[in-house]
């Protein structure tokens, strides 16, 4: 393992990414193997740690590490050592992954990184008990470190994720949602909580962990918040345009689903022409066909959605370094910091 | 409210039950009523505090508030007000009803205290999410409570949390297997974690609640390991031959679902003619028929599996009893721990 020092060079985002998922493997890794052995088998499974028997694979299918990443340069940005930062980054990718397993339940979403979601290879109770195993194991994880970020972390950790969970609820119920019913800012809050909250949760933990006071957290805590909410605009971005082979999801899933994604919604709220079809093509019931998608991604382009989600990405990543600023961050550090939140802005869309 | 003081007189443990009940209503509600909002409504749902509309319902669909009892019990036991338990009450509480939330979905049991279960009223999306939310509501409620409760709290009732979780798992993949492969040993170990280790770090939380050093808090937790154990036999037996409206679910769930419960596992295992019927009726795939449940039921029986979970009910409840007075327990306390493990053991079977 490499521990690449960010004092000096700053590192470019994907780098980025991969020294954070290096330096989290192992730590979370082994919170795993702590798990009771019969749990662990789904939860392995989730992360392509193992195949259905058990038998090792090689790699994993980890994520893109971004909330680890988070996590890192925030500490360092703070004056904290990568070390400090692990155990922040386990249990924020821990929260992540067990979202994921409850999420793509409640989604049915079939695929996750290219491969079964766990719901589909062992039955929906394995992956509600593997993502609850994960949430505590989490919260596990804070309350065992030491110094501020065992006294802080598990309360300021539990307070997101209640505010996670209540956007992914808001999701499912927006789902049901005559179309013209549903605002831009509601879809915006509820994309807060769902995304948001965690992104800023990383860069507060990794604040925390590095010694920063109340205000440079809050700074760093406020940075995230608007890098949540641009990584969330164009994820949807994705959903509706990304290629299926890079998200791991497929194409028009959202759509399919009548989902209300920011762009969808920005559209619905357009009062263009192509609002008022997209409407009417989203008040029917069931699953939209693949050529109804089709002609709705063309539509929420139409109507403006796609540039509106973009440029308030734009507009998030500008106040995010606002914020940044503002927490006097070490100068190595806020480099890497600003080459993530371009990072989430700027992928492929 | 009435808070009865232990001091003295020694209350039956119904109404031990109907105090603690009361004594942790207020912080519970209070707790959930600060959840986010959208998520609040299907928690309230699953408590019978408002309908599927958010209309008030009187009363609510409370438990037999067994957990809570226990605190309380405990933390009077070494010195502690009842005042001291309430946390640890809520917290034990949530947790138990978060596990209900998710193992309703899980078992496909449409009803939970005579009412719909919230997958069933909601779908599953919202009885996952609620549950999420109760998990950690309970986290968070131990993590604000002062002195040592908040200190040590969090980390046991963790610990327990992934214990019951990979007990839950291990009971569902012991519903796939083979009747003939499956041993009494591994269903009691199951049964430990999926019942005795919330039961356990009940008894535990409320003797550090109450001021408990290390030693009287591992014999506390001792205590409620075995009345835990107990507590899932006669669960057992009730749902093969427990009155149904009194159980809140339906008669042979257990046995249509092939089961195996403790009674069953000992039936299956009894080498007796009976025991090689009941193995031969569980061999088939699908759900049983009611007349094939009525009919394993008595083979149970006639096979001694009820006989022997009974008197190993009893069994444990007499090691319960030998480490409640290894806890040098205050006498008031003591007796009415003493009557929720007879409670426990002796309902209706």
């Given at each position: 393992?490499?521990?690449?020092?960010?004092?000096?060079?700053?590192?470019?985002?994907?780098?980025?990414?991969?020294?954070?998922?290096?330096?989290?493997?192992?730590?979370?890794?082994?919170?795993?193997?702590?798990?009771?052995?019969?749990?662990?088998?789904?939860?392995?499974?989730?992360f392509?740690?193992?195949?259905?028997?058990?038998?090792?694979?090689?790699?994993?299918?980890?994520?893109?590490?971004?909330?680890?990443?988070?996590?890192?340069?925030?500490?360092?940005?703070?004056?904290?050592?990568?070390?400090?930062?692990v155990?922040?980054?386990?249990?924020?990718?821990l929260?992540?992954?067990?979202s994921?397993?409850?999420?793509?339940?409640?989604?049915?979403?079939?695929?996750?990184?290219?491969?079964?979601?766990v719901?589909?290879?062992?039955?929906v109770?394995?992956?509600i008990?593997?993502?609850?195993?994960l949430?505590f194991?989490?919260?596990?994880?804070?309350?065992?470190a030491?110094?501020?970020?065992?006294?802080?972390?598990?309360?300021?950790?539990?307070?997101?994720?209640?505010?996670?969970?209540?956007?992914?609820?808001?999701?499912t119920?927006?789902?049901?949602?005559?179309?013209a019913?549903?605002?831009?800012?509601?879809?915006?809050?509820?994309?807060r909580?769902?995304?948001?909250e965690?992104?800023?949760?990383?860069?507060?933990?990794?604040?925390?962990?590095?010694?920063?006071?109340?205000?440079?957290?809050?700074?760093?805590?406020?940075?995230g918040?608007?890098?949540?909410?641009?990584?969330?605009?164009?994820?949807?971005?994705?959903?509706?345009?990304?290629d299926?082979?890079?998200?791991?999801?497929?194409?028009?899933?959202?759509?399919?689903?009548?989902?209300?994604?920011?762009?969808?919604?920005?559209?619905?709220?357009?009062?263009s022409?192509?609002?008022?079809?997209?409407?009417?093509?989203?008040?029917?019931?069931?699953?939209?066909?693949?050529?109804?998608?089709?002609?709705?991604a063309?539509?929420?382009?139409?109507?403006g959605?796609?540039?509106?989600?973009?440029h308030?990405?734009?507009?998030?990543?500008?106040?995010?370094?606002?914020?940044?600023?503002?927490?006097?961050?070490?100068r190595?550090?806020?480099?890497?910091?600003?080459?993530?939140?371009?990072?989430?802005?700027?992928r492929?869309?």
């Amino acid at each position: 393992m490499t521990v690449v020092s960010s004092a000096g060079t700053v590192r470019p985002a994907q780098q980025l990414l991969r020294d954070a998922a290096e330096l989290t493997r192992p730590a979370l890794r082994a919170a795993v193997e702590g798990l009771p052995v019969g749990i662990r088998h789904p939860v392995g499974l989730h992360f392509g740690w193992w195949d259905q028997k058990g038998s090792p694979l090689d790699g994993g299918r980890a994520g893109k590490a971004v909330r680890p990443a988070l996590v890192f340069s925030a500490c360092e940005a703070v004056g904290g050592t990568p070390e400090a930062g692990v155990a922040a980054a386990v249990a924020v990718e821990l929260v992540h992954n067990a979202s994921l397993l409850h999420d793509d339940i409640i989604d049915g979403d079939r695929l996750r990184r290219g491969r079964p979601a766990v719901w589909a290879a062992l039955g929906v109770p394995a992956a509600i008990l593997a993502g609850d195993a994960l949430f505590f194991l989490a919260v596990q994880t804070l309350a065992e470190a030491p110094g501020p970020l065992g006294a802080a972390g598990p309360g300021m950790l539990t307070r997101a994720v209640q505010e996670l969970i209540d956007g992914e609820y808001t999701d499912t119920l927006l789902e049901d949602r005559e179309a013209a019913s549903v605002s831009v800012a509601e879809v915006t809050a509820m994309a807060r909580g769902k995304t948001g909250e965690l992104i800023a949760a990383s860069c507060a933990l990794g604040a925390v962990a590095g010694g920063a006071d109340g205000q440079r957290v809050r700074c760093l805590r406020a940075f995230g918040e608007h890098v949540g909410a641009a990584f969330q605009l164009i994820d949807d971005v994705l959903g509706l345009w990304g290629d299926p082979v890079r998200t791991g999801k497929p194409a028009g899933a959202d759509l399919a689903a009548r989902k209300k994604s920011l762009p969808i919604a920005a559209a619905l709220a357009s009062g263009s022409a192509a609002g008022r079809e997209l409407r009417r093509l989203y008040a029917g019931g069931g699953p939209l066909a693949p050529a109804e998608a089709v002609r709705a991604a063309a539509l929420v382009e139409e109507a403006g959605g796609r540039s509106w989600a973009v440029h308030a990405a734009e507009r998030h990543t500008r106040q995010a370094l606002e914020e940044l600023a503002a927490a006097r961050p070490r100068r190595t550090a806020a480099a890497e910091l600003r080459a993530l939140a371009d990072l989430v802005t700027s992928r492929d869309h």
